[in-house]
């Protein structure tokens, strides 16, 4: 059982938009702890989408923002496109080591 | 830019001790940056192993606290993860990851490992 929760799936079809929430504890989020975003393609490694809450990495598209907000965050995706069908990870912080979520799969219909 | 890359065997038998290294090129180990492990098992999600930095200083997961140790060799330019103890649970991919600006934001290729007799 992961520190933090996602849901397991979500779904869109092509063009819409979908959100990912990654709800935490007064341990992690809630006391302020930055919130990470990773996307995982199968048989990649995950590749890092969303930094600090709501920072793109060069190179993401700005379709992917990401919020924070009490004890969750949340990954948005606008105008979803068949390459963006892949898991999703969140990941905080913990006293002092790193947690993450269990992943969610996105499948775009 | 930074890359990584694992290696080490990919069978290990039960209750014996996995060893893997992480060779850093295009940057040094020395830099001010955390050098990570993280595993995921056949089919399910991430899980964070632990983080090294260039002076030793270590930050484990508790859960595997009591069996992961975590070095670096400088002259190398790479760190390393040990398990020991381990059994079929331990089965998964295993990636090197760092810092480099913000979150884990440079992963290697990983590498998958199996515990079996």
């Known amino acids: 059982q992961s520190v933090l929760t996602q849901p397991p799936s979500v779904s869109g079809a092509p063009g819409q938009r979908v959100t990912i929430s990654c709800t935490g504890s007064?341990?992690?989020?809630?006391?302020?702890?930055?919130v990470h975003w990773y996307q995982q393609v199968p048989g990649a490694a995950p590749k890092l989408l969303i930094a600090d809450n709501n920072i793109r990495p060069s190179g993401v598209p700005d379709r992917f923002s990401g919020s924070r907000s009490g004890i969750s965050a949340s990954l948005a995706i606008a105008g979803l496109q068949a390459e963006d069908e892949a898991d999703y990870f969140c990941q905080s912080y913990e006293n002092t080591f790193w947690v993450f979520g269990g992943g969610t799969k996105l499948t775009v219909l | 830019q930074v890359q990584l890359q694992e290696s080490g065997p990919g069978l290990v038998k039960p209750s014996g001790t996995l060893s893997l290294t992480c060779a850093v090129s295009g940057g040094s180990i020395s830099s001010s940056n955390w050098w990570s492990w993280v595993r995921q098992p056949p089919g399910q999600g991430l899980e964070w192993i632990g983080e090294?930095?260039?002076?030793?200083?270590?930050n484990y997961n508790p859960s595997l606290k009591s069996r992961v140790t975590m070095s670096v060799d400088k002259s190398k330019n790479h760190f390393s993860l040990k398990v020991n103890s381990v059994t079929a649970a331990d089965t998964a991919v295993y990636y090197c990851a760092a810092v480099i600006f913000e979150g884990l934001d440079c992963w290697g290729q990983g590498i998958l490992v199996t515990v079996s007799s």
């Open positions: 007064d341990s992690n989020i809630g006391v302020g702890a930055d």
């Open positions: 090294v930095y260039h002076s030793g200083t270590t």
